[in-house]
């Protein structure tokens, strides 16, 4: 007596929200392996779904492709489909003699995929069925039912293609014109009482303010992202999807075309029939800053003390910044000491408390007229930036130009320089229409009542944009705290 084929179920979920339910499709399957007396060995589900190399899971895509080993040994380029790759596996170590599936079309859309598994049942006489029918392979397949596979296989990737191709050209048409969908980004929802082809994004108030005010911490109080990913974490702010904050997704919702009423198609942009949340000109300087980070932008997490990684060692006296000791505590206080060697350390309570006196002492008496920007009036901020886009995009034709033997190289050298100069005048007058107010909050204002209601990020801010800090050795023995260890020099000069 024949033992029983064993077999694994694969099935393909595009859409868990819309499809019938995982449960049934998967009865319905093991309904057809009892009909055909096989014993099921797993299910495979794969939920268009692949591992980034970060770890996370994204969308897969139908045509997206990556170097993998198929059954002949080869390595090739196939679409990225993990889950139907185990089930080629199974069947070419013979962990496996049969698959089950809904329909060929949910199996494989690629010719390629298609062949991979016909090489597989080929090379083991497995067979292959589908509640459909569209896919049936008998002892291996004979040459009937390889040709047929092919055939509708082909089909399908042509139809594939071609829808496809109907939603570009509909994206590229409705440009501008028309919300494209997709999921909800943050800080609007799509209105619902328009027509298809001229489809808005109404304005979220509240994740519309989260937006407007991290843009204003980066641009205005020079709080990192990290610090506003912190705050919105320990908040409980939930993303569009529900989900908790990462850097990433931060980035994403601040530097989204979207949020300044803008379209945006293979990389252009266009003005959208919906409100802008940021000014354009905003929007721009916040992408600008967050795509060209500071040089310790990756160093660990956002500091949780006010002096770490501003502060420095005097006795290494190179530039080494000082931390929170983890290890233990000194008396019972934990205290800040060198990053290098733990030669220095001063009681945190104490040392905060003196820099956070002199800080505010020094705003009470200065913070009127210290560090003001100038008043700069009658600049047209979004007209000095058409300039200078349009002036990048002249260097580049004349480069292209002297490329084509259009331009000699004296009249490609004068025509640069034309440009680099004019850019630069242009550049210098956005910078110093842009520059704002580094203390903003304090002009005519008590210092210690203002300093005492802002968030820690800010208070680091204005320390590293006042001060410099250096801990050195103290100059008695005994207990109790030296302030004469402390030095605080302040980097601008008293006005």
């Known amino acids: 007596m024949a033992p029983m084929p064993t077999c694994d179920l694969y099935l393909r979920l595009s859409d868990l929200r819309s499809e019938e339910a995982f449960d049934k499709r998967e009865a319905k399957l093991r309904a057809l392996a009892d009909a055909l007396g096989w014993k099921v060995f797993r299910v495979v589900v794969e939920n268009d779904l692949i591992p980034g190399r970060d770890g996370k899971v994204r969308p897969a895509s ?67 069925r589908s509640l459909s029918g569209s896919l049936t392979l008998t002892n291996g397949g004979n040459e009937a039912e390889r040709s047929m596979a092919r055939v509708m296989v082909a089909m399908a990737n042509k139809a594939s293609a071609d829808t496809a191709r109907r939603v570009a050209d509909g994206r590229e048409r409705n440009w501008g014109e028309s919300y494209q969908g997709g999921p909800r980004p943050f800080g609007f929802v799509a209105a619902t009482d328009t027509d298809k082809h001229h489809r808005t994004l109404l304005v979220v108030p509240d994740e519309a303010e989260i937006i407007r005010n991290a843009a204003a911490d980066i641009l205005d109080r020079d709080i990192s992202l990290k610090a506003i990913l912190r705050e919105l974490r320990e908040n409980n702010v939930p993303t569009s999807r529900g989900g ?143 300039e200078a886009k349009k002036l990048r995009e002249r260097k580049a034709a004349q480069i292209r130009m002297h490329a084509l033997g259009d331009l000699t190289d004296e009249e490609l050298a004068m025509g640069l320089r034309a440009t680099r100069d004019r850019l630069s005048v242009v550049e210098a007058q956005i910078h110093a229409a842009n520059e704002p107010d580094p203390i903003a909050e304090f002009r005519d204002q008590p210092a210690a009542s203002v300093w005492n209601s802002l968030p820690l990020p800010r208070k680091r801010a204005i320390i590293k944009l006042l001060v410099k800090i250096m801990i050195n050795p103290t100059t008695y023995r005994g207990r109790g705290f030296d302030p004469d260890s402390i030095t605080v020099h302040f980097k601008a000069q008293t006005p």
């Open 62 to 128: 139908a045509f997206k492709r990556r170097k993998i080993r198929t059954p002949s040994g080869k390595v090739e380029l196939r679409v990225v489909r993990p889950g139907f790759r185990e089930v080629l596996d199974d069947i070419t170590t013979g962990r496996v003699n049969g698959l089950l599936a809904e329909d060929l079309d949910r199996t494989v859309r690629d010719p390629r995929d298609l062949e991979d598994l016909l090489d597989a049942c080929a090379m083991t006489g497995a067979s292959a």
């Open 244 to 386: 908790q904050w990462n850097g990433r997704t931060l980035k994403q919702v601040l530097t989204k075309p979207a949020v300044a009423g803008l379209a945006v198609h293979k990389g252009k942009l266009k003005p959208a029939p919906w409100p802008a949340i940021l000014e354009r000109d905003i929007w721009e300087r916040l992408c600008e800053k967050l795509n060209t980070p500071p040089a310790d932008a990756n160093r660990g997490n956002e500091p949780k003390h006010l002096l770490t990684g501003i502060a420095k060692c005097g006795i290494c006296n190179d530039g080494t910044s000082v931390r929170v000791n983890g290890s233990g505590t000194l008396r019972g206080k934990k205290g800040y000491q060198c990053e290098k060697v733990a030669h220095i350390h001063r009681n945190i309570e104490h040392v905060d408390a003196m820099v956070e006196q002199v800080i505010i002492g020094y705003l009470d008496r200065y913070a009127k007229n210290a560090l003001k920007p100038p008043t700069r009036k009658g600049i047209d901020v979004s007209k000095l930036r058409a």
